[in-house]
Each structure stands twice: as C-alpha cells, then as structure tokens.
C-alpha cells in the first residue's frame, strides 16, 4: 500500500503514526487522581516528595493499536488523543476543501495537547497554503465546571476535574515547534469558549472541529462558528458518539436551524457532514 503513496502522502502518513504514537507501543500511561478526590489528596505528600527527586507515578499497560486506532485510550505522550480514524478524516476534509477551493480558516476548538490542529497545520505546508490560518481554541487549563442552569445536559459532568486535560499554552505550542510547524498561519485563542468564539478576527472558515465535550462548549462553537462556515465547508464533532451532551447540542443547534445535511460517521464516536445551505 506504502508503495502507492505519493511522498506528501508519505509524509502524512507517518506524522499521523507520530501524533497517535501508534506503533510506538506506549507502555505506561498517566497515573494522577481526579483534582479533589480522597485518593488525590492522601497521595500528594508521597507526589512531592517524588517529583523533587525528579520521579513521576506512571501505571504499566499493555498497548492496544486497535483501541489506539480509534482513539479510545488516553495516550502518555502523543500529541493527540483522537486516533488515526479520526486524523484520516481530518486529511480527506482538507484534502477535498484544498481541491475545491472552499475559501477559509480552519478551526479546531478543544485542542488538548495539539496534534489535530499540528495535522491541520501540516497539511497546508505540504500542499503550499500560504494563506489560511488554522485557529487553536481552548482554555489551556482544562474544561469549565458544568453550568447546568444554561446547560441541563452538562449536569454532574466530571471532566472539568481532569487534570490531565489541562494542558498548558506554553505545551502546546512547543508541541508544534516540535513539528516545526509554529508560524504566523497558526493562531492562539486563549480563553473559554463563550469568551473567545465571538470576538474571533476571523470572517469564513472551510473546516470547524469540535472536541469541546460538553453540550456548552459543542453549542459555543456551533453557534459563534457555524454562520461563518463556507457553504461546501466541513463540520466535524469529534465527541457526538461518546459523549451524549454533545449530540444533544448538535441536535438541537441543527433543529433550531433546519441543517437537514447528512451526518457520516467516521469512527464510533467522530461524525461529520458538509455545509450544503
Ligand atoms: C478531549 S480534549 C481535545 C482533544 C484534542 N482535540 C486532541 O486532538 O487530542 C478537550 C479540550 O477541550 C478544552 N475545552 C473544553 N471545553 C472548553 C471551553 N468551553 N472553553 C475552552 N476550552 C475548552 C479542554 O481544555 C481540552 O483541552
């Protein structure tokens, strides 16, 4: 199959087996109690007195490329959690939207240790897209706590606790350095989503992704992005299968709008669909 590649494709293909670390068989994975819970707190004399040895609390695991394929574990080290389904997908909507010309930027809201929107970036360098901006959207300190008087669906959610979710700017962009791909087509939104989506300074978009998790953090983003979408554009929610609060934003934004354009499945939680109105 290799062989049929072209060496962008090449390229592609390999950057997407760094992003996920598949095949690099990652054999621990992150070992940190919720943020306020008993066992956090029992544990931190023992964390500190580790970490001024320099020493971290890691847990053995064995590696499953099937899970990590489809983005279902929560990697150590890869720049993102989303899986190589879910990256191929990403590939195809741009490849497509470059071929067509559907005119904007590209956004990734939910960006965690940045590798999508690294792969985002990276297609327009192999392509020779010098005049898109791919956006990076995200609080870089994790999820909001529930707000389940606006937001019902969100009620009792936990993820806001998660403190591996939180994932400083400094992190992220040094993750792109990595890739040697942070430059002026990349562009930082720091902030809450209800803060940041509507004073962005930017007029169309081509691509909107959502990895926001909540019902506020997925209806934020439809609701400041979408208008602003390219008809022929692509609209892909990373969480609508895993996450129930998520598919209910996304239903209920697309009935209050009558988005009647087919949702595809990607992986057994991605989807997308193109703008056709
Ligand atoms: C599941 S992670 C995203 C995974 C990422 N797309 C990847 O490629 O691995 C969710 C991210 O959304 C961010 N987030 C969720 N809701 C947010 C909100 N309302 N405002 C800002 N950031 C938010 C979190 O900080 C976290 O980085």
């Given at each position: 199959?290799?062989?049929?590649?072209?060496?962008?494709?090449?390229?592609?293909?390999?950057?997407?087996?760094?992003?996920?670390?598949?095949?690099?068989?990652?054999?621990?994975?992150?070992?940190?109690?919720?943020?306020?819970?008993?066992?956090?707190?029992?544990?931190?004399?023992?964390?500190?007195?580790?970490?001024?040895?320099?020493?971290?609390?890691?847990?053995?695991?064995?590696?499953?490329?099937?899970?990590?394929?489809?983005?279902?574990?929560?990697?150590?080290?890869?720049?993102?959690?989303?899986?190589?389904?879910?990256?191929?997908?990403?590939q195809f909507c741009i490849t497509d939207l470059l071929q067509r010309k559907v005119p904007g930027?590209f956004?990734?809201?939910?960006?965690?240790?940045?590798?999508?929107?690294?792969?985002?970036?990276?297609m327009l360098?192999?392509y020779?897209d010098?005049t898109r901006?791919?956006?990076?959207?995200?609080?870089?300190?994790?999820?909001?706590?529930?707000?389940?008087?606006?937001?019902?669906?969100?009620?009792?959610?936990?993820?806001?606790?998660?403190?591996?979710?939180?994932?400083?700017?400094?992190?992220?962009?040094?993750?792109?350095?990595?890739?040697?791909?942070?430059?002026?087509?990349?562009?930082?939104?720091?902030?809450?989503?209800?803060?940041?989506?509507?004073?962005?300074?930017?007029?169309r978009f081509a691509l909107?992704?959502?990895?926001?998790?909540?019902?506020?953090?997925?209806?934020?983003?439809?609701?400041?992005?979408?208008?602003?979408l390219s008809i022929g554009g692509y609209?892909?929610?990373?969480?609508?299968?895993?996450?129930?609060?998520?598919?209910?934003?996304?239903?209920?934004?697309?009935?209050?709008?009558?988005?009647?354009?087919?949702?595809?499945?990607?992986?057994?939680?991605?989807?997308?669909?193109q703008r056709s109105?």
């Amino acid at each position: 199959m290799s062989n049929s590649l072209s060496l962008e494709e090449l390229y592609l293909d390999l950057l997407k087996k760094c992003l996920t670390r598949y095949g690099f068989s990652e054999r621990y994975e992150e070992y940190e109690p919720r943020r306020g819970s008993l066992k956090r707190a029992l544990e931190a004399p023992v964390r500190l007195l580790l970490r001024l040895r320099r020493l971290e609390l890691v847990r053995a695991k064995s590696f499953n490329p099937h899970e990590r394929a489809e983005g279902r574990d929560w990697p150590l080290e890869a720049e993102t959690m989303i899986g190589l389904r879910r990256l191929d997908n990403l590939q195809f909507c741009i490849t497509d939207l470059l071929q067509r010309k559907v005119p904007g930027d590209f956004i990734e809201t939910g960006v965690w240790r940045g590798g999508a929107s690294i792969f985002m970036r990276a297609m327009l360098r192999v392509y020779g897209d010098t005049t898109r901006t791919v956006w990076v959207a995200d609080s870089f300190q994790g999820l909001p706590p529930p707000d389940p008087d606006r937001y019902p669906a969100d009620k009792g959610d936990r993820l806001w606790t998660v403190v591996q979710l939180a994932i400083p700017l400094e992190e992220v962009k040094a993750n792109f350095a990595k890739y040697n791909l942070l430059d002026g087509q990349v562009r930082f939104l720091v902030g809450w989503f209800r803060d940041t989506l509507p004073r962005i300074a930017a007029d169309r978009f081509a691509l909107l992704r959502l990895d926001g998790d909540l019902y506020e953090s997925t209806i934020d983003a439809l609701r400041h992005l979408y208008p602003k979408l390219s008809i022929g554009g692509y609209v892909i929610i990373d969480d609508y299968g895993a996450v129930s609060a998520c598919k209910a934003a996304v239903e209920d934004f697309r009935s209050e709008h009558n988005i009647t354009d087919k949702i595809e499945p990607i992986d057994w939680t991605g989807v997308f669909w193109q703008r056709s109105l």
